[in-house]
């Protein structure tokens, strides 16, 4: 133990002192003859003055001065001798790149342990940091600074999202004045030009390199393959130990989606997994995280290249595919790999969401078909159309004669024009230049492409507007026309090497790939474009304004250009075309760098321990006691004082006093409530979501509600709530005691909000309703939860209900998950005024409510997301409304007739 003001210990020299004047006593009385003496001597005195102080107040006095001195001097203990020789001037170099962001606190708390041994030994220190700042420059160096001062600098450090740069790390190093040693924190990842950072170091002066144990980086990518699966692919430095790491795919408001473990064995250095999800579910992730991981590396952001269109396809006949010659062969190939290519016929396509829907020659013969496709394309889907034998009839009727073909962009010549051959004079033809404004203007016209057939277009003043790629004799290849908020794009060859080598070529691939993603609102630039970033990366992982140094970067480089501040992690180009440039990107495997210098763990190294403040915290705990002790010696005060303490404790301990219990807070102002279930997790949501239903409620209603309360129903009151969420999980249980809670509860006007939260789809049974007999899992649980409960019966809610317009006017009523059914009391049951005193469904509300404490919501809606996540909440408000208001909205359709009445 040391002390760090040991000038204070002077302050002993006043024990001596306090010594004689508590030992101090009174003047000797004097003795003088009274003949009155005899009547003194009768009486008696009120009280008793001390000679002297008792011995035991002395000790308590002293202890207290002592320990006050001792405390100001500031005694240390030192825990370890590991870096106690650092004395005289020590140069401190810090790896700050994006590597070092994992366990970056325990960094800091390393440099600080190192500060203070500095401080101890009166010596000062310089700092260097390796990674540049967002300017492009390494941060100048500290020079010649004390460690009290250099402490906030280190303290407010931050990780670069980009990596180190050794080699001008290596002439900060050489420019620095000389120390007497080097403390140097790495990030044991190798560069290239370590061995020159090394000599630098070496040459300078004793390195001592710091060890923090496992704080291994991370880099997270990820790749979509072939079959619609995303590899999620996490490296990292090798360790003694197996390692396990969740990933988290999260959608734009940061809502968790799905969760996949990642193993990575004990020496090894990478870790891969698998992620299954549908198209819709996951063209809306936008970023990849690392649970319990840090920094840029552990983050993989998405952009339009992750994700996958879906296509729709239609096939003419079984022949279809026939290895090249089918009409569809040549089609799947090109966009298997891109797009989520879907097969099957008009109305199977538009049961689910599709962005383009491509249709060979002859598949759209079928009048009825062409009306669907119509209709789909007016709402804004984009129709990819083939020539053949079929659309180079002369009148382009259906195969029934009753009308014009209406799907195509422009007029048609009957016939189709050959070129080349015996039968022609002409010859094949290649492709012109695209224009400047077809979604083909970034393609090279290929000129291995010919065409020796295809279907013209009826010349018009118009026909130029509506050609998106055309022949070298100017006639149309790719024509388009917009019908309603979609368009209809009809290639004037087939999808077959019969009238074209079109389909041969990568131009082929190209020019689909372009119009899929044109109909999804995106233009991907070429490769030769240069991106502007619009939101970069900062070391900690947040999305930020770009640096000062960030520039422009093409976009064949993405993917293959280093990190740094010319070219940091996150987004670039405009809002529709966006690219992600992630750490996970060019970083594919990490490779230690090999350790040099005196290697300290940092691990059995702690923080010195000040013993000052515990000293005069007893010290002041004893003058305290002295003084109460002194006053007590004086009289009556201490009686007084003994006897206030002796009533608080029989106040708190009586039984009287525990039961003048403050009323609950649910008493004080209008809450919800919720039912606990047991698991924290689940519980956690529950108040989540009430809460966010509440501020919901207070911003668009009259209502003040309160912070929700957990309830468990047997111990709790419950009159204090007009509505109780209940969330049902498959391992839930009743008791008799419960079950009259909530009876009781249900008869005094209370309602139950049951949720099995989308956990089974036996609760869509429409002929049981929510009690389907002998549904597993949670349906099961519903039905032994609620037997005994005075349900009336149940009939599945319309929007003609009062619960659909107490509030608002609704006709669905999703919560996280859309479309499932909602059961409260038949219209017409007399019991509880027509109120129904129970709503059961499986929508999931709590986490389409929930909001976290930084005010997002946390949990994913779908399919419908911000549109689906506001309908849940105005349902919530109808919930709410119609709790506290019971059927006044349904009383109000009977205004007119007690008017007629009153009248009369």
């Given amino acids: 133990m040391i002390f760090l003001a040991p000038w204070i210990l002077v302050g002993f020299v006043a024990l001596p002192v306090l010594w004689w004047l508590v030992r101090a006593r009174p003047p000797a009385p004097r003795l003088q003859t009274f003949p009155p003496v005899a009547w003194l001597r009768a009486l008696r005195p009120l009280r008793d003055d001390a000679a002297r102080a008792p011995w035991w107040l002395l000790l308590l006095r002293s202890a207290g001065v002592a320990l006050l001195v001792l405390g100001l001097a500031q005694p240390t203990i030192v825990h370890t001798a590991a870096l106690s020789d650092v004395s005289g001037r020590t140069l401190i170099v810090v790896d700050n790149g994006w590597a070092a962001a994992q366990g970056w606190n325990r960094r800091i708390a390393a440099l600080d342990t190192v500060l203070d041994h500095i401080a101890r030994a009166n010596g000062r220190a310089d700092l260097v940091l390796t990674a540049p700042d967002g300017t492009g420059d390494l941060p100048p160096i500290v020079a010649d600074r004390p460690a009290t001062s250099l402490r906030p600098i280190i303290d407010a450090l931050r990780p670069q999202a980009w990596g180190t740069d050794r080699a001008r790390a290596a002439d900060a190093v050489a420019r620095a004045p000389h120390p007497n040693q080097i403390v140097y924190l790495p990030d044991h990842l190798a560069t290239p030009k370590d061995a020159v950072f090394r000599r630098a170091l070496e040459d300078k002066a004793p390195v001592r390199a710091l060890d923090l144990g496992d704080t291994a980086p991370v880099a ?33 408001s940061g809502g968790a989606i799905a969760d996949v473990p990642v193993s990575i064995a004990a020496g090894a250095s990478s870790g891969d997994a698998m992620l299954s999800l549908p198209a819709e579910i996951r063209n809306v992730i936008d970023r990849f995280t690392i649970d319990d991981a840090s920094g840029a590396s552990a983050l ?15 096939l003419a006949g079984s022949g279809a595919e026939t290895p090249l010659v089918g009409a569809a062969f040549y089609l799947k190939r090109a966009l298997a790999t891109t797009v989520d290519l879907r097969e099957g016929e008009v109305a199977h396509l538009l049961q689910s969401p599709l962005s383009v829907m491509i249709a060979v020659d002859g598949t759209l013969s079928d009048p009825a078909q062409r009306t669907l496709i119509m209709q789909w394309v007016k709402k804004g889907g984009t129709l990819i159309r083939f020539s053949g034998p079929y659309l180079a009839r002369s009148d382009q009727t259906d195969s029934a004669g009753t009308g014009p073909d209406n799907l195509l962009p422009v007029t048609l010549v009957g016939g189709a024009r050959q070129l080349g051959g015996s039968m ?97 609102g995106v233009d991907l630039p070429a490769d030769t474009a240069q991106l502007t970033p619009a939101l970069a990366l900062d070391g900690d992982g947040n999305l930020v304004p770009p640096p000062p140094a960030a520039q422009s970067l093409a976009a064949r480089a993405f993917g293959h250009t280093p990190l740094s501040p010319h070219h940091p992690p996150g987004l670039y180009g405009p809002l529709q075309a966006r690219r992600a440039l992630n750490v996970g990107d060019t970083v ?146 009743t008791s008799p005691a419960r079950i009259a809670a909530l009876n009781t509860y249900m008869a005094h006007g209370g309602i139950l909000l049951i949720d099995t939260q989308g956990n089974d789809p036996a609760t869509a049974n429409d002929q049981h309703g929510p009690f389907a007999p002998d549904a597993p899992g949670t349906a099961a649980a519903l039905k032994r939860v609620t037997t005994g409960l005075s349900i009336p019966p149940l009939a599945r809610l319309t929007d003609h209900h009062v619960l659909a317009h107490t509030f608002y006017l609704l006709h669905d009523f999703p919560g996280r998950y859309a ?66 208001t019971g059927n006044y909205k349904a009383d109000q359709v009977h205004v007119p007739a007690l008017l007629h009445r009153l009248g009369q």
């Fill in 220 to 252: 997270l990518s990820s790749a979509l393959d072939a079959d619609g699966h995303v590899r999620l692919h996490v490296a990292t430095l090798p360790s003694s130990a197996p390692r396990q790491l969740r990933i988290k795919a999260r959608n734009l």
């Fill in 300 to 314: 993989h952001l998405t952009d339009e290249g992750d994700r996958r269109r879906p296509v729709g396809l239609l």
């Fill in 424 to 520: 022609s004079w002409g010859t094949p033809q290649g492709l012109a230049p695209f224009d400047d404004t077809s979604p083909f203007h970034a393609l090279p016209a290929s000129r291995d492409v010919t065409v020796s057939r295809q279907v013209l277009a009826q010349p018009t003043a118009d026909l130029p507007a509506h050609t998106w790629a055309r022949l070298t004799d100017g006639t149309p290849l790719v024509t388009h026309a917009s019908l309603g908020d979609g368009q209809i794009v009809l290639f004037h060859v087939t999808a077959t090497p019969d009238w074209s080598t079109l389909p041969l070529s990568g131009l082929f691939v190209d020019m689909l790939h372009s119009l899929i993603e044109r109909a999804s």
């Fill in 588 to 733: 594919l495997s990490l490779v230690p760098a090999a350790p040099f210098g005196t290697v300290v763990d940092m691990d059995t190294v702690h923080r010195d321990h000040a013993l000052g403040p515990l000293l005069l915290a007893v010290a002041v705990c004893l003058l305290l006691i002295d003084m109460i002790v002194s006053f007590g010696l004086r009289g009556a005060f201490f009686r007084r004082f003994v006897g206030l303490a002796l009533l608080c404790v029989l106040e708190a301990t009586t039984p009287a006093a525990r039961a003048q219990t403050p009323p609950p807070g649910a008493a004080l102002d209008t809450r919800l409530g919720y039912i606990r279930t047991g698991h924290d997790d689940l519980d956690t949501v529950s108040r989540q979501g009430l809460q966010g239903l509440s501020d919901y409620v207070n911003a668009r209603t009259s209502a003040d509600l309160g912070h929700p309360d957990g309830v468990t129903p047997e111990h709790d009151d419950l009159a204090y709530y007009p509505m109780l969420y209940w969330p049902i999980t498959s391992d839930a249980t």
């Fill in 819 to 884: 479309g499932q059914p909602i059961w409260v009391a038949r219209e017409g049951d007399a019991a509880n005024d027509g109120v129904s005193p129970v709503i059961i469904g499986s929508a999931d509300w709590a986490h389409a409510w929930a909001v976290d404490n930084d005010g997002n919501a946390p949990y994913a809606v779908l399919p419908d997301g911000d549109d689906q996540r506001r309908l849940a909440y105005r349902f919530g408000v109808n919930a709410v409304i119609y709790a506290l």
